[in-house]
């Protein structure tokens, strides 16, 4: 169609589309190349990892140098596992969440209650300064208190609460934001019918919010499993199974740190990479599945 | 007393457990970098110095401050393009199709790998390449590490310009939209400005991770205690010197690498409480 308009204007119209285009993409080169990391990490830890996957490997304790030096020598798997790392991990994970998760979700129903009371205002903002405390500070902190004063020596109880405080803060936030969103029609339904308060927060308020509470509990499991530094300083690692809360520890990212520290383990560090990332991954997708379902 | 005063004082007193694990670390990491600091009064955070040889003890945090502030920004200038472009990737371009969903959770999964296995890749994957390329002290430095830190915080800052973006009012958009714009410019001038104060606290936030990461870096940063000269000398940061001394320390050098760890804790809380800051006015 002709112009009708006696003034005319220049027509940057194509100038303005190609420049669309440019951009568009390069916001798509430069998200690819953003989670290309992913897939490459995944595909190296698989390729190199599988080989030394094998009954032994969970099953067995680590070698010592000299027994992977001669394997290697002689071009053979080496012998031995992880599993001094395994239970190393479930111990103090376990400890850390039975620390976390009672501590978390009270203070989580505690700031959900008292809604910008100054009190819960400071205790939020003080879970919020916690949670980005670097891991290896919370490790010192955690040498200082428990490491000297109360096991006097390296212990899983030390690298245990290391894990703890770290995982507090999640907990925290995600039981206050799971806690808002429930109807508050059903909690004063409860109160209505003379229910004690406590019996409110134990039997509505925390299994309506249970998959949420669960699906914050989880993520901060899968974050707090692959943490080295805080354990390096507190739960020292060690050689055999161990079951007892106040001895040395080892866990599967401390065997990593290991095995990368000594020439001979190398092949070790990507199984034990591997099982390290599918259990991560595992708590990861698990929680977001929780999530999701919930919506 | 009745059951509902019991509840209250219960979790009164279960919350304040958290003040007092706050404030206790505040306590320990100060009472322990007293000796530290008496020693080396100002000079502590002046002086080029960490030598541990005895008899000529001086520790000082500053080429390890300047080790974190290297890493930490090359972290955050590469990430910056990269999370800015996969946040509108996520919050505007492709919202809500099956495509960002997949490339949301890549992200996530990455912000789910452990820093050891990031080292572990930047030491037998990236550093390689570094050496190929004739950079750094063996593939080692602050560049390496400050690449695979990027890696590492682009999830945290991504997530949150992401969901921001995603939040700007339709009605804005469309606004500029009816009056010929295209999608580029309603992008920059309308969607990211109307973002930007969330898309800012992303970064900071993102900062703030770096500046605390511990292992991934200790194996990739070469671990020498001197201020790096340029982008690809090798250096230490406040965290990674912290893992790396640690196992020998006593004395003097426990309580400087305690002082140490009470600055980190002092930045990072200044870091995280500014950006927590920015989203709370933001919201």
Known sequence: ?295 | MNSDKITKIVLVSVSFLILLIAGGMVFSLVSGAIPSFKEFGFSFITSKEWNPTEGRENYSALPFIAGTLMTSVTALLIALPLSFATSLFLGEYYRNTKIATILGTMVDLLAGIPSIVYGLWGFYVLRPIMVDLGLGNQGFGVFTAGLILSIMIIPYATSLSNEIIAMVPNDLKEAAYSLGATRLEVTLSVTVPAARSGIFAGYILAFGRALGETMAVTMLIGNSNLIPDNLFSSGNTMASVIANQFGEADGLKLSSLIAIALLLFVITGIINGVGKYIIKKFD
């Open chain 1, 1 to 295: 169609m002709e112009r009708v308009n006696p003034i005319s204007y220049p027509d940057h119209s194509k100038r303005r589309i190609l420049k669309e285009k440019i951009f568009l993409g390069l916001v798509i080169a430069l998200s690819a190349i953003t989670v290309s990391p992913i897939i490459l990490i995944i595909s190296k830890l698989v390729i190199k990892g599988v080989k030394q996957f094998s009954f032994d490997f969970i099953f067995k304790t680590t070698p010592n140098t000299y027994e992977a030096m001669t394997a290697v020598a002689s071009g053979e798997n080496i012998p031995g596992g992880v599993l001094n790392g395994i239970s190393g991990t479930l111990l103090m994970v376990a400890a850390a969440a039975l620390i976390a998760i009672p501590l978390g979700i009270t203070s989580g129903v505690f700031l959900y209650e008292n809604q910008g009371k100054r009190l819960a205002n400071l205790v939020r903002n003080v879970s919020d300064i916690l949670q980005g405390v670097p891991s290896i500070v919370l490790g010192l902190i955690s040498y200082m208190w428990i490491v000297k004063h109360i096991t006097h020596g390296f212990s899983a109880l030390a690298g245990s609460v290391s894990l703890s405080i770290m995982m507090v803060p999640m907990i925290v936030r995600s039981t206050e934001e799971t806690l808002k969103m429930i109807p508050n029609s059903i909690k004063e339904a409860a109160l209505a019918l003379g229910v004690p308060y406590y019996k409110v927060i134990i039997k509505v308020l925390i299994p309506t919010g249970f998959s949420g509470m669960l699906t914050g509990i989880l993520l901060a499991i899968s974050r707090v499993i692959g943490e080295t530094a805080p354990l390096m300083l507190t739960a020292l690692g060690s050689t055999m199974v161990n079951w007892d809360i106040t001895q040395p520890t080892s866990a599967l990212p401390l065997l990593v740190w290991e095995f990368y520290n000594d020439p001979n383990m190398v092949d070790l560090i990507w199984s034990t990479s591997l099982l390290l990332m599918v259990i991560v991954l595992i708590f990861n997708l698990v929680s977001k599945k929780i999530a999701k379902s919930r919506q």
